[in-house]
Nanobody, 127 residues
Framework: QVQLVESGGGLVQAGGSLRLSCAASGRTSSIYVMGWFRQAPGKDRESVVGINWSGGSTYYTDSVKGRFTISRDNAKNTVVLQMNSLKPEDTAVYYC????????????????????WGQGTQVTVSS
C-alpha cells in the first residue's frame, strides 16, 4: 500500500502562484508514476500532469502548459506542483495520485494509470 498526503492549497488572487506538495509513504519502491488531477464543483475529474518516477518524463494537459511545473524528489518520495499565473478556472480540489505500472506520454494523464489517491487539497483562485 501507498499513502499520499497533499499540502499547500489555499486562496490566491488571479495571476498569483501556489505550490502543492504530495508526500508518499508506505511501499514507495513500487511507485512508477505520479500525477495531479483536479475536480471543480459540478465537473468531472480532470487530469493536470503526470510524471514518470524513474526517468522524470512529464506530460501536461494543454490548459496548464507553460503555467504549471511538476517536479519530483525521489529521496524524499515527494512530488511538487508549482502553479503560476493562476486563473479562476483553476479553482478545484487537487488530488495527488501514484501508480505502480510504468507509463510515459499521454498515459500519464489517464486516471486508470494510477492505483492510489490522496485526500485532496483545495485551491481557490479569486478574480
Amino acid at each position: 500500500q501507498v499513502q499520499l498526503v497533499e499540502s499547500g492549497g489555499g486562496l490566491v488572487q488571479a495571476g498569483g502562484s501556489l505550490r502543492l506538495s504530495c508526500a508518499a509513504s508506505g511501499r514507495t519502491s513500487s511507485i512508477y508514476v505520479m500525477g495531479w488531477f483536479r475536480q471543480a464543483p459540478g465537473k468531472d475529474r480532470e487530469s493536470v500532469v503526470g510524471i514518470n518516477w524513474s526517468g522524470g518524463s512529464t506530460y501536461y494537459t494543454d490548459s496548464v502548459k507553460g503555467r504549471f511545473t511538476i517536479s519530483r524528489d525521489n529521496a524524499k518520495n515527494t512530488v511538487v506542483l508549482q502553479m503560476n499565473s493562476l486563473k479562476p478556472e483553476d479553482t478545484a480540489v487537487y488530488y495527488c495520485a501514484a501508480g505502480v505500472t510504468y507509463y510515459i506520454g499521454s498515459f500519464l494523464l489517464r486516471p486508470g494509470s494510477y492505483n492510489y489517491w490522496g485526500q485532496g487539497t483545495q485551491v481557490t483562485v479569486s478574480s
